[in-house]
Nanobody, 125 residues
Framework: QVQLVESGGGSVQAGGSLRLSCAASGYTVSSAMGWFRQAPGKEREGIAAIDSLGFTTYADYVKGRFTISRDNDKNTLYLQMHSMKPEDTAMYYC????????????????????WGQGTQVTVSS
């Protein structure tokens, strides 16, 4: 059974930094994974993704500020966030494609089969 557990969320002032973690069980993070976020009243949007070869893609509005990475030994996915803005406030979710679909490099939520419960990030001005 695949389980993804996010942590690291919290409150930060504009311009600050946070690092989110996503610990996986029943799944190897060396496959295709992504980070999404959802603000109240808005659709869930993809912000960063990584495939099995380590290629990454980002939404334009986080490019240069956020970095997705993973530690295969710890079986954990990360999202490092810098220069945070109030509009980054949202619930953040990690997601994983089916294990054999390591080629997925997508910010589209329908490409992902497994989801964590989310961690709240709040950025104050």
């Amino acid at each position: 059974q695949v389980q993804l557990v996010e942590s690291g969320g919290g409150s930060v002032q504009a311009g600050g930094s946070l690092r989110l973690s996503c610990a996986a069980s029943g799944y190897t993070v060396s496959s295709a994974m992504g980070w999404f976020r959802q603000a109240p009243g808005k659709e869930r949007e993809g912000i960063a993704a990584i495939d099995s070869l380590g290629f990454t893609t980002y939404a334009d509005y986080v490019k240069g500020r956020f970095t997705i990475s993973r530690d295969n030994d710890k079986n954990t996915l990360y999202l490092q966030m810098h220069s945070m803005k109030p509009e980054d406030t949202a619930m953040y979710y990690c997601a994983a494609a089916r294990q054999h679909m390591g080629w997925v490099l997508s910010l589209v939520k329908y490409e992902y089969a497994y989801w964590g419960q989310g961690t709240q990030v709040t950025v104050s001005s």
